[in-house]
């Protein structure tokens, strides 16, 4: 069936730093592939998404590429701040509408 | 406008006892959803219901576990007798209809624990 398996955390990172969060899924069809953040006290909240092979999704400096060949949707962030402290899941959304969703990772900033 | 709402925040019970969560999706919305996350473990899907219908009730771990959507407003997620095993974070989304894709919009989750 289909899967999403996401790097373990907790990552812990100064401000400023490089952030990738590594994402790959198993999906039959052409999935549309999504990161999600939860903030504390919080839902979880749409960051970015993308629908088809080599598509780059982005939102608040994030960026993630759906790449078919990796079947991979790799999380990356330039620089970190504070307020990026979240735990973050990547997903996937088959050709029937249902959700699959990773472990989720946690990610702590410090200054 | 108001965002998904979920009631209680948090619930502890002890094993054998009822609870009942609520959710409150966004209004006009026709579909919802609940969701697990198991400590640690991945969000699952629960159930789907479009309206006051059951879409897809595939992800309902056992016969514990009773959802309900009367009028298609607000729905509940009843679970007797809870079982150790179900504590988790229970997520409750809404979408609206229409077109290849509509975005769910999460409410903040209750925390179920089971003593």
């Known amino acids: 069936g289909d899967s999403v398996t996401q790097m373990e955390g907790p990552v812990t990172l100064s401000e400023e730093a490089f952030l990738t969060i590594n994402c790959t899924y198993t999906a039959t069809g052409y999935p549309s592939l999504f990161w999600y953040v939860q903030y504390p006290g919080e839902g979880l909240q749409l960051l970015l998404k993308a629908t088809k092979a080599d598509d780059k999704g982005s939102n608040k400096g994030f960026e993630a590429t759906y790449r078919k060949e990796t079947t991979s949707f790799h999380l990356e962030k330039g620089s970190v701040q504070v307020s990026d402290s979240a735990v973050y899941f990547c997903a996937l959304l088959d050709t029937g509408n249902q959700f699959y969703f990773g472990t989720g990772t946690s990610l702590t900033v410090i200054p | 406008e108001a965002g998904v709402t979920q009631f209680p925040s948090h619930s502890v019970i002890e094993k054998g006892q009822t609870v009942t969560l609520r959710c409150d999706p966004i209004s006009g919305h026709d579909n919802l959803y609940w969701y697990r996350r198991v400590m640690g473990k991945e969000i699952k899907f629960l159930l789907h219901?479009?309206?006051?219908?059951?879409?897809?009730e595939s992800g309902m771990p056992n016969n514990r576990f009773l959802a309900e959507r009367t009028g298609g407003t607000y729905s509940t997620l009843k679970v007797q007798p809870a079982e150790l095993e179900d504590s988790g974070v229970y997520f409750c989304?809404?979408?609206?209809?229409?077109?290849?894709?509509?975005?769910?919009?999460f409410g903040p989750g209750t925390r179920l624990t089971v003593l």
């Open positions: 989304a809404s979408s609206q209809t229409g077109g290849s894709y509509n975005e769910q919009f």
């Open positions: 219901f479009v309206k006051e219908s059951k879409q897809d």
